[in-house]
Every structure is written in structure tokens, then in C-alpha cells.
């Protein structure tokens, strides 16, 4: 890796840390769910910046309507929550504070069904409901947040020796208790889970599923090499055996529930695996799969969604088309697969071919956010800039924390000679992305240049506050 690289990383992971302990240090007394609540704002445009979010609309939409799925089960809430997935082969998840949860792609690797994705995101919104972090917090001084994310900063961009110092540096501090959760707090969250999957009608079996995955992952795991997730997650064993009984005690009432369709979390899965593992890897594991013969009809076919994802990386768009077909012509109702399709003519040069399909997966599914920013990409594109904006503003409506359709509309504005207008644009996609250096120079440009909308005012004076609240300290 060229040291530059190695340089910001180490600059990133330092700079986490100085923002994070300078944000929590205070007085040593219990959170309030407002403190909370302005610690996890704080953390949201930090975390940006630290870590590779995948962050595509169909992925937030995907990751983020299952945890609507648990919250709306799961009561009144403190908090609005974010739900967020970061590119890294580490076996992780995270909850932060106020609502925000974090689950690495080596996490969802491990997985194989979608009821074991949601054990685990209910899991951590059962710790945000008990405020366990909040409590843990209370014992470190208001310090453990920064070192849970310095750790987190330190696996996810594989720093080395001097996150590590840091690191022990913290830990040294007496805050390494604070990373772990007790027996008590994780049969708590697993109690909640558990019960929560119940009430959406799915079956607890992918907790226990979900568990002995974890189990078998300690058990061939040792020392420094045991996942964080078990190290701030802790006790498989024990975790699986409570789970196991409390599904042998109610046998009976939860043979009634339905199985989950797994196309949704099967695409996101190998779509994940496409964007972080390396291709070779990743091909021979989809073509072990394809020759194992026990496996079942969705699953298998999905094997060739990951190789038309492989295939369209490497620029083999026919071979990626060939296999797609395949996908589609086994689930001919999924209107997301003619986005995946046109996204490959898109590649491929087929700009018309692209916006036909992206027009039919848009018009049978209104709320596919996915199709809808496709469409805005290609009419831009294709110099069709006002109905490009349409299109991008409905990603905006339905999606304001998603960054990048901030970027393409301040490109589309440049485009249109609007240079306020981009400014803004480009000064809210900075801030989203933690860039507040950069965020205050568009800012600066937006107030300089002439035609900046009315409404653009008002939303730069509540950015300049915000921009102010994250400086302060």
C-alpha cells in the first residue's frame, strides 16, 4: 500500500480518537437519553468519514427496512435510527449511541438467511431499547464511545501498530470492561430478539442458526485472533444454549410460522461480496456452491447472481447478462433484477437499452430507490437534465442522509451553469460525507456566487450550525 494511504489511515484513526474523547469526556454521571441523542449525531457524521460505507439506496433500503421491521414491534422509541453497512471482512456489528448500528459485510458473509440478518440486527437494537451502552458509558467517564470506535477504527481499516498503541493506550485507561457486554446484557438483547422475531411472525430458528455460527467461530478462533464481535459480544455457548431452550419450550406455537424468502438477502449478500472481496476468491466459492447438489433451487440460482455481479466488475458484460437471465428468469416478478440488467447495458455503452429498463423497474415499483437514482444517472447522461432532477429529488425526499445524490444534483447544477446552486449542494454532500473543511468552502462559494435558491439560504445558516456544534469540540 502506498505510505500516503498508510499516512491518512493513521491520521483518520487519530483523529477519531482526539473528536471522540474530546466529545464524551464530562462529568461521570448517568446519560440522559438527550446527551445520548447529541453524542450519536455527532458520531453519525464521524463515523462518514472513518469508514467505507456501502450506502447504495438498494442496500440502505434493504438493511434499513428491516430495522423498521424490528422497530415497529419493538414500541415507542427514543430514537431515530440509522442502519448502515461497512466494507470490511471483519466478523463485526456495532451499536453506537442514540440508534446508530453498524454491521460489517464479513458479518452478513457468514450468514444464509435473511432471519439470521435480522437476529442479529434485533440483538442490537434489543442493547440500544436496555440502553446498555449508555449504562456502560456511565462507567468510563463518558469515555468508552471513543474507545469502542478507536477499536472499531483499528479493525475496520486495518491500521497496525499504531492504532494499536493508541489503542492499548485507552484500554490502559480502564476502559476495556466498558467493550464488553455482560452475560446479563446479551441475554437481555437475545431475550428481546427473540421475541421481537416471534411477533414479526419469523422463526427464532435463525437466531439459534445465527448463534451456532458464532459458537463455531470461537471455538476455532484463538487469542488475538477471536473477532471483535465476540469479543464485545460474548458467551456463544451459553447465548445458544438460553435460545435453544427457549425454542424447545415453545416447540409447538412456532411450527405455525412461514419461511422467509431469502431473493432479497441472497442479492445484497453476494452484491456485497462483489464490492469488498477479492474476485478470484469470491469466484471459486460461488462455483463450489454451484456444484454442490444439496443445496436448494433459490439458493443456487442465486450463486449466479454473484458470478453476473463478478462478471460485470471485470467487464465480461455478456457473461454477466448470460447469468443474470438466469436470476430473472427464475424470479421474473423482481423488478430490482432489470435495474441489475440495465446497469450492465449502462457499463456496457447501452445507454437507451439501460434506460428502458430502468424506466420499467421504476413504473412496477414506485419506492425502488435504486431504479429511481439509475434513471436520474442516465438522463444525465443523456444531457435530459431536468427530468434527471426529478428523479434525483425523489431519492432526496425518500433518502436525505444518502450522500451522493447530493453530489450528482451539484454536478447537474454546474452542468446547467446554476454554480450557487451546485455549491450547495456540493457543501451538503461534504458535510454528509464528514468533510467539514470542504463543506465551508462550498458554503463560502454558494453565499459568493449570484441565483442561489431562497430556500438554500435558510438550509446553509441550520448547515453552519451544524458544521459549528461538530467544531466545538
Request: proline residues 2%; contains cysteine.
Amino acid at each position: 500500500m502506498p505510505s500516503w494511504k498508510i499516512l491518512q489511515k493513521y491520521f483518520i484513526c487519530f483523529l477519531i480518537f482526539s473528536f471522540l474523547q474530546a466529545t464524551i469526556l464530562g462529568k461521570a454521571m448517568a446519560l440522559t437519553v438527550g446527551e445520548e441523542r447529541e453524542i450519536g449525531q455527532k458520531l453519525l457524521y464521524q463515523i462518514r468519514l472513518a469508514f467505507p460505507l456501502l450506502d447504495d439506496p438498494d442496500i440502505s433500503q434493504y438493511i434499513n427496512e428491516l430495522g423498521q421491521e424490528v422497530l415497529e414491534v419493538a414500541g415507542i422509541q427514543y430514537f431515530d435510527y440509522h442502519f448502515n453497512i461497512i466494507a470490511s471482512t471483519q466478523f463485526n456489528a456495532f451499536a453506537a449511541p442514540s440508534g446508530l448500528v453498524f454491521f460489517f459485510s464479513g458479518l452478513i458473509e457468514k450468514m444464509d438467511t435473511e432471519d439470521e440478518l435480522v437476529s442479529v440486527l434485533a440483538h442490537e437494537i434489543g442493547h440500544v431499547v436496555s440502553r446498555h451502552i449508555a449504562k456502560g458509558m456511565d462507567q468510563g467517564a463518558k469515555i468508552s464511545v471513543a474507545t469502542t470506535l478507536l477499536a472499531l477504527a483499528s479493525l475496520a481499516l486495518g491500521v497496525g501498530t499504531i492504532s494499536q498503541a493508541l489503542l492499548t493506550g485507552s484500554l490502559a485507561a480502564g476502559q476495556a470492561a466498558n467493550l464488553h457486554f455482560s452475560r446479563k446484557n446479551e441475554e437481555e438483547a437475545d431475550r428481546l430478539a427473540y421475541g421481537w422475531m416471534k411477533d414479526m411472525g419469523r422463526n427464532p430458528a435463525g437466531q439459534e442458526s445465527m448463534l451456532r455460527v458464532m459458537r463455531r467461530i470461537n471455538r476455532y478462533t484463538m487469542g488475538n485472533n477471536i473477532p471483535q464481535y465476540l469479543l464485545t459480544h460474548p458467551y456463544p455457548e451459553e447465548r445458544l444454549d438460553y435460545v435453544q431452550s427457549l425454542i424447545a419450550y415453545e416447540e409447538k406455537e412456532l411450527e405455525g410460522l412461514k419461511q422467509t424468502d431469502n431473493f432479497a438477502f441472497l442479492r445484497i449478500k453476494y452484491r456485497l461480496l462483489s464490492l469488498v472481496k477479492d474476485g478470484k476468491v469470491l469466484r471459486n466459492f460461488l462455483l463450489s456452491g454451484l456444484a454442490n447438489v444439496t443445496i436448494d433451487k433459490n439458493t443456487r440460482i442465486m450463486l449466479y447472481y454473484g458470478l453476473s455481479q463478478l462478471d460485470r466488475m471485470e467487464k465480461n458484460y455478456e457473461s454477466s447478462k448470460e447469468n443474470l437471465q438466469k436470476v430473472i428468469d427464475f424470479h421474473p416478478n423482481e423488478s430490482i433484477l432489470l435495474v441489475d440488467l440495465g446497469i450492465i447495458e449502462m457499463e456496457a455503452g447501452k445507454q437507451q437499452v439501460a434506460l428502458a429498463l430502468f424506466r420499467t423497474a421504476y413504473n412496477k415499483d414506485r419506492n425502488d430507490m435504486w431504479a429511481t437514482f439509475q434513471l436520474g444517472r442516465t438522463l444525465f447522461e443523456l444531457k435530459k437534465y431536468a427530468a434527471a432532477e426529478k428523479y434525483f429529488k425523489e431519492v432526496l425526499d425518500d433518502m436525505p442522509d444518502y450522500s451522493k445524490v447530493y453530489f450528482e444534483i451539484g454536478k447537474l447544477k454546474a452542468a446547467i451553469g446554476e454554480k450557487a446552486n451546485s455549491a450547495f449542494y456540493l457543501a451538503k454532500y461534504n458535510l454528509y460525507e464528514g468533510r467539514l473543511k470542504l463543506s465551508k468552502h462550498n458554503i463560502k462559494r454558494a453565499l459568493q456566487e449570484s441565483g442561489l435558491a431562497v430556500e438554500h439560504k435558510s438550509e446553509i445558516k441550520k448547515m453552519k450550525e451544524v458544521i459549528e456544534k461538530l467544531e466545538e469540540n
